[in-house]
């Protein structure tokens, strides 16, 4: 006789087993630079609240006026009756702040990766995307019954090479869409993005690049990555994005012409067919844009704070591989050392994760630090000294502990 549901325990068991389970930390108030994690007061040296704007007073303030203007749901998808004038003025004010001609906002990053990547590349079609991609973009992809083709990370060679490739066997396929991170979030790393656009431009491919990672950080007051690279707007197709991260809320994002969006909100079923944002949330994600244009002290706070910790941290003799973003990862090698780390500085009052196989290759675990502009000189020479005090006593750095 079958049995429908024993897999549930034994699969679950077996992650257990392999200390592969996700084990779930409990904030007991705000993301802070120190909060309650378990019923622990420590500093928080993991969260993606880069800007610590997930608890700035404007957006707290605009969340709780929209509840009153417009109550507590938007009462639909958005193409039924679920569109409320907070949903067009944040789109609105995204594309002002990308300087793009037109915005659209879903329910999530991911929501907008698995919406929209199948919808752009088809069946006679080909998505050239780099190995290290977001899980999301993969999901997205394979949604898509487009052939995929995958290059090397970061690497605008081999992307040249498959791009021949692919040229080669034209015109059996129809279009090209090259899909990158902005920055990759387990290394911290800037993809390519103006080799890469060029490379589209060359072999008329549209080009689409997710800067989860890369707004309200890098660019012209953290307007992103096509923003860093100074790129007309016209040689990346698709920007995407994220509000759970920097911009400190919840929310998906795609900019670019107007067109894209035209065809992505007809087309894209995780928008069409799921609920949109309750006012609150568009609220704060509209208070977290006018934060960002009229308050650049918090781009610029999180980069002083990204240089004065890399720079501690390589002086201590830690590997920090090699990011250029507040994304720092604090390199341990064996997987074990790297959750030993974590917990010692969990005792101590630090909380930054482990980031181990299979998430990173075997030998590369890590413990993966991400900046925070709320974190004060004081914050973060606590910080340092507990990765000293523990990184020694784990002969991950030389020195007596
Ligand atoms: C590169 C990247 N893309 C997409 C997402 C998904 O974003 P969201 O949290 O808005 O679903 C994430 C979040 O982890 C991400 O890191």
Redesign the pocket.
Known sequence: MRDPISFLRQEYDDLVRQELDWKLRILGGPSTPWCLVDGKRVLMFCS?NYLGLSNHPKLKEAAKYAIDTHGAGSGSVRPIAGTMDLHMELEQRLARFKGAEASLVFQ????A?AGLIPQLAGKGDVIVSDELN?G??IDGVRLSLAERRVYKHADPEDLTRVLDEVDKASPQFRRILIIT?GVF?MDGDVAPLDKIASLGAEHGAMVYV?D??GEGVLGEGGRGIVSHFRLPRDKVQVEMG????AFGV???HVSGSRDLVNFAYNKSRTWTLSGSHPPAVVAACIAAVDVLEHEPQHVKKLWDNTSYFKKAMTDLGFDIGKSTTPITPVMVGESGKAKRLSARLYETGVLALPIVYPMVAQGKARIRTIMNAALTKEDLDFAIGAFETAGKELGIIQGQA
Do not use: P, Q, Y
């Not at 999530?108 to 929501?111: E, L, N, Y």
């Open positions: 993606n999530t990053g991911f929501a990766n977001h999301s973009i991170d979030s997710d989860a990672h994220t509000f759970s991260k919840v929310g998906g």
